[in-house]
């Protein structure tokens, strides 16, 4: 039998894995792809204009698959690339109206769906694995 570590690991995969699948399947009738919304999702909370390498970073992929999607994404007309004012060489990645339409669709459907999944989880315990991830989290980032 795994150790509870091995567990752990086993089930935060599986458990992540599942959950986009299940939420790319809700937002199957907006016509886009797990990785466009998640790419629109990305830009959509950012700050301000991401690069396409920051995107990249973000979603944890490659930059030649980064800028294959966000072309795909231009074409479809969800975002558009503009200069970066201190660096000629990086483009920035900016969501169009259409775009901020899709992410609001997809925020929506999103917290419906997380509403509906988290409505029997103790609220105390969906606190503890909350800090346990975001506590992992840190502890990743601090990594050198």
Do not use: C
Not at 3 to 10: A, L, N, Q
Not at 69 to 98: F, N
Request: glycine share 6%; charged share 30%.
């Amino acid at each position: 039998m795994p150790d509870v570590e091995e567990r752990f690991t086993g089930a935060l995969h599986n458990a992540s894995r599942a959950w986009r699948q299940a939420l790319d399947r809700r937002l199957k009738y907006l016509g886009v792809s797990q990785a466009s919304w998640m790419t629109i999702a990305v830009a959509a909370k950012a700050a301000g204009p991401l690069s396409q390498s920051e995107l990249a970073d973000r979603l944890g992929v490659e930059g030649a698959t980064m800028v294959a999607m966000v072309d795909r994404l231009v074409r479809a007309g969800l975002v558009r690339r503009e200069p970066s004012t201190t660096d000629r060489r990086v483009k920035r990645v900016v969501l169009t109206p259409a775009g901020n339409l899709l992410y609001d669709k997809v925020r929506a459907e999103a917290a419906a769906f997380r509403k509906a999944l988290l409505a029997d989880i103790d609220p105390k315990k969906l606190l503890v694995a909350t800090e346990l991830l975001e506590g992992l989290q840190g502890i990743i980032d601090a990594e050198p």
